[in-house]
């Protein structure tokens, strides 16, 4: 009977996978975050959150698997030794992921009265108001949110899947305390949640960049 040695084994996949999964759940407790943190506001701050993170979900996903694409063929090159093939495919993910990411952003402002207006269906004058001001505050996150799972991805290749969800951790605390302060120390409405958002994923991104821009690093 063959045996075949195994590359890594299951504590080092549970190593790998782990923080991968932690980090993809705290992405998307943003959206719920402010979700449950802008109930202070009213329902229909709730509801139209809610809408708008539907969107921002959908498009996390896209970023989540253009990232990993990249990312696939990134580890591929590094395999094979060929690290200054794998650093140009982290560079172009990088700059190809904030492009269309940016003329994604562009076309959810172009279409903003059919977001609002057709594809959330029938909705009260107040839902639409708070969609609409979550959503135009939130939208500028967008190519943040690509440069983030891009650079998320490149160290992932690398092996280090703790340090992006170090990251978002990071984030996720600093934005439930901004929530907290703008919401119920200030009164904001729908803004209180949709600042802290944008802030702490341009910030998420600035730092996840900054670090692969390393040349410590091996791609």
């Not at 759940?25 to 709730?46: C, K, Q, R």
């Not at 253009?66 to 990088?94: D, H």
């Not at 959330?120 to 190519?143: E, K, Q, W």
Request: hydrophobic share 55%; proline share 2%.
């Amino acid at each position: 009977m063959l045996t075949t040695k195994k590359l890594f084994t299951n504590q080092d996949l549970f190593k790998l996978f782990l923080p991968v999964i932690i980090e993809q759940f705290l992405e998307y407790l943003v959206g719920l975050a402010d979700s449950i943190m802008v109930a202070h506001v009213g329902e229909s701050a709730v509801s139209g959150v809610s809408l708008v993170d539907f969107v921002m979900a959908l498009l996390i996903s896209l970023f989540a698997a253009l990232s990993t694409g990249g990312a696939v063929i990134a580890g591929q090159y590094m395999g094979r030794k060929q690290m200054e093939e794998s650093r140009e495919v982290a560079n172009q993910l990088v700059w190809f992921s904030g492009a269309i990411s940016v003329i994604i952003m562009v076309i959810i402002y172009l279409a903003k009265p059919f977001i609002l207006n057709s594809l959330f269906g029938t909705i009260t004058d107040d839902v639409r108001r708070d969609a609409n001001t979550y959503l135009m505050i939130t939208a500028v996150s967008i190519p943040f949110l690509a440069l983030y799972n891009a650079g998320a991805a490149i160290f992932r290749t690398m092996g280090n899947s703790k340090l992006p969800m170090k990251v978002m951790l990071y984030m996720n605390i600093a934005h439930a305390v901004g929530n907290a302060i703008l919401i119920y120390g200030f009164n904001f409405g729908t803004e209180g949640v949709a600042i802290p958002t944008l802030i702490t994923r341009i910030a998420a991104a600035v730092i996840i960049i900054t670090l692969a821009l390393n040349k410590k690093q091996s791609i």
